[in-house]
């Protein structure tokens, strides 16, 4: 099946009511007066990693996916679980990943080592305390509102590029992207709708649009771009981990960012790139075949 | 790396409270007064299932193995996360999961899904209420104790040989493996130690002798086995999720068991078999290399 089709067939499956929107960021998940926040992606080599990248930087990147999400609900992290392929570079794998979970107070809970031949899989389940409710999903924005977005676009694929050059000191953005918890958490009480923008700018608007039943008008030169001559590039190239969220009008945000668009009644399209209509994700970024 | 190596590399990273031994079959997270035990398994195509096999029996075997772990906890399922590589036979997987999720409430909560070549991996998350605390784990056995265990072991073994052989109608106790949620939870109040029998019951045993610091003596004749025939293999396959729990000496089990040993003081090696000394891992099980 297709990542469409899969997720249409799960909805068939018992769901918990904190899956809200199985395509969202994390679920929720409501304990003696608390609210945790949920998620779990995976890598697998060949797919979301190099098989010649350094592991220490799959590791980070592992635990950065992860609780990027967790940024995205403004949830604090509680703890991660590894769900880990034994083989070569485990030792950087290690050193990376427990760098990532220093840096962002994330410890490790337990989880799995299985044997695997190659392609090797990695998955990781992060859990977090968030710090607001209701916790922000991708489904609220309303018209009217101002779309945001946090940092630059595009400067994890000058990174992925400088990668494959060979020139590893100027990679980081890709290879150990920063995921915003401090910035996830401030805009928590404000935004009325919040992801992080894992797939590419555009593709993640357009789902924000379809989640949210409005359409999102995104004005492309007002977009912060690691590199302006290639801007569409930008918008589409995914794994930067920024903060893409919805404010209403007049409200300023407590982080820094750029008013990148605004939300509109819904048109004939979910989405609207200087004013073009953009009826399909073909295109737009990352999208799992 | 060896699974040893790894899950000793893995006690240099920043650790959670509730991760205990890393050994142990699920954390233990304290959240707003409620206790809950989270878990994640893996299973590998070609390593923890056959290419050949039904997606549905693999779809129902992952959420098995995982609710087996709340089980070990006295643990009654919250939800699920899935971590999938889509492929062929999806809508067996799902039906197979589907049925598994229903059978046993535990509902999905998220996940991901991912593009990967062959060998596919599939990881779960589960998370469950303790019914009790302490929660029950393999590190409380106590010198003195009497040692049970559910069910019949090998059952799995016989499932296996049956799906190779082409009977799958026979094959059920390896392809639909039953976890022991409701014997799980009416246990913990009782039992100094538990764990299930996922790699075979000496293994286990002696993992469970390792975790307590003590010894353990098994009276091979008193197990109860599939197949009186092959008492050793039966004792050292493993995929039963059969439990396996210590109980101070006099007291009976709220649930049937058998009592196939003792717990005594640490002697010459963690584990005694029919009074002869076993040192190490080798051949006692299923281990990941």
């Known amino acids: 099946m297709n990542e469409a089709d899969f997720i249409a067939a799960l909805r068939h499956l018992p769901l918990h009511p904190g899956a809200r929107n199985l395509e969202d960021d994390a679920a929720v998940l409501e304990v003696g007066g608390e609210t945790l926040v949920i998620t779990h992606d995976v890598m697998v080599e060949g797919v979301h990693f190099l098989p010649k990248q350094d592991m220490a930087d799959v590791g980070w990147k592992l635990a950065a996916v992860n609780l990027s999400d967790l940024a995205a609900k403004g949830a604090q992290p509680v703890g991660v679980l590894l769900g880990h392929a034994l083989g070569d570079g485990d030792e950087r794998f290690l050193h990376g990943l427990g760098e990532a979970l220093r840096t962002y107070d994330a410890p490790l809970l337990g989880g799995d080592t299985v044997s695997s031949p190659s392609p090797r899989s990695f998955g990781l389940t992060a859990i977090g305390k968030a710090v607001h409710t209701p916790v922000p999903s991708r489904t609220g924005a309303q018209i009217g509102d101002a779309l945001w977005v946090t940092g630059t676009l595009g400067a994890a694929m000058l990174g992925f590029e400088a990668l494959q050059g060979g020139r590893e000191d100027n990679a980081s953005a890709y290879s150990m992207p920063r995921p915003l918890l401090a910035e996830g958490c401030e805009l928590a009480p404000h935004v009325t709708a919040m992801m992080d923008v894992s797939d ?44 893409l969220f919805a404010l209403p009008a007049g409200v300023e945000p407590p982080v820094a960012a750029t008013r990148i668009g605004q939300v509109e009644p819904r048109g004939f399209a979910p989405l609207f790139v200087d004013g073009e209509p953009v009826t399909n994700r073909e295109g737009l970024g990352y999208v799992h075949k």
């Open 200 to 243: 590419g700018l555009l593709l993640d608007a357009f789902r924000m649009a379809e989640a949210s039943e409005v359409s999102i008008a995104i004005e492309s030169a007002a977009c912060p771009v690691a590199d302006p001559a290639r801007r569409m590039e930008c918008l589409t190239w995914g794994d930067d981990y920024q903060l």
